[in-house]
């Protein structure tokens, strides 16, 4: 082979492999943005998805991505996705500030895991292969996280559970907007499902009394963008490049940033039994990227 065309090669592959990475390195930002907000962390997600509305429709015009045409129950499952996703962002929220951030990423990226054992009910039928070691890990690797959280605080252990619901919403979100994101592409979707969640968000900080206006944007503004533009658009220009086992591997570049960033700005250290739990977690993860059946009910 040509030296040329070697380095062509390396160098098509090198690219969606840094955003690949760049992606989920700005995805696992989030959390501590949202500690750094002077706004509830509830009116933190509102204003993550009500900044970035804009760009969002701007880039699915420029992607030639269209709004319209799904039709009254096609727009209804979108609206409800949207309503979904502004859950997700909720519960996920609150739990960023009770748990540790590693723990917070990995339970609020647990919705492939939650969408493989969705599957087996809507297949009905057992599991096998690696979905067994699978849901075993994921088990194990929760189980010993959320031991571990109780034994800090009690505060810990329900910013798990925020986070794991978390996880369900977004597989609700996933499930409930798959065909729309066929017909209108991941831009258009994520700006419709936006424009549903944003009064969810705003209306459950109100409910729950949080500041809602913040004194300071900075945090806000790059939540926004990190979150919902360039973590997105990154991932979105990756996936097309690499099958599911290298994105899952990816994937856990997010629970590693977390760690670090809680350690370094909150001091939240890590014991060799919390990095069994994260391994096993992960594990998960990539093994229900790769063994996902898909449910044709």
């Not at 798990?160 to 994101?181: E, H, M, N, S, T």
């Not at 913040?214 to 658009?233: F, M």
């Amino acid at each position: 082979m040509p030296v040329d065309h070697i380095g062509q090669e390396i160098r098509s592959r090198a690219l969606p492999m840094a955003a690949l990475l760049a992606g989920n390195v700005a995805l696992a930002l989030g959390p501590w943005l949202v500690r750094l907000a002077d706004t509830g962390p509830v009116a933190a997600g509102f204003w993550r998805v009500a900044l970035a509305l804009p760009f969002l429709a701007l880039i699915a015009l420029a992607n030639g991505q269209r709004f319209t045409g799904l039709g009254l129950r096609g727009t209804g499952l979108v609206l409800l996705a949207g309503v979904f996703f502004g859950f997700d962002i909720a519960s996920w929220h609150l739990g960023i500030g009770e748990t540790r951030l590693a723990n917070a990423v990995l339970f609020g990226n647990s919705g492939s895991v939650i969408l493989m054992v969705w599957a087996f009910f809507a297949l009905r039928r057992l599991p096998f292969g690696r979905e067994w070691p699978a849901i075993l890990a994921a088990l194990t690797g929760c189980a010993i996280l959320m031991g571990r959280s109780l034994e800090i605080s009690p505060a810990n252990l329900t910013g798990d559970l925020f986070c794991l619901l978390a996880g369900v919403l977004y597989a609700g979100y996933l499930l409930l907007a798959q065909d729309a994101r066929k017909a209108l592409g991941g831009w258009a979707l994520l700006t419709l499902a936006g424009l549903a969640s944003a009064p969810v968000l705003l209306g459950t900080a109100l409910v729950l009394g949080e500041p809602v206006w913040p004194t300071d944007w900075t945090p806000l503004v790059i939540l926004a963008l990190s979150s919902q533009v360039v973590g997105q658009g990154l991932l979105v220009y990756a996936l097309r490049h690499f099958p599911p086992l290298i994105i899952g591997i990816a994937l856990l570049t997010q629970p590693a940033v977390a760690a670090i960033i809680g350690w370094w700005r909150f001091g939240e250290v890590l014991l060799p039994l919390d990095f069994l739990g994260i391994a096993l977690v992960g594990s998960a993860l990539v093994l229900a990227k790769v063994t996902t059946p898909r449910a044709t009910a």
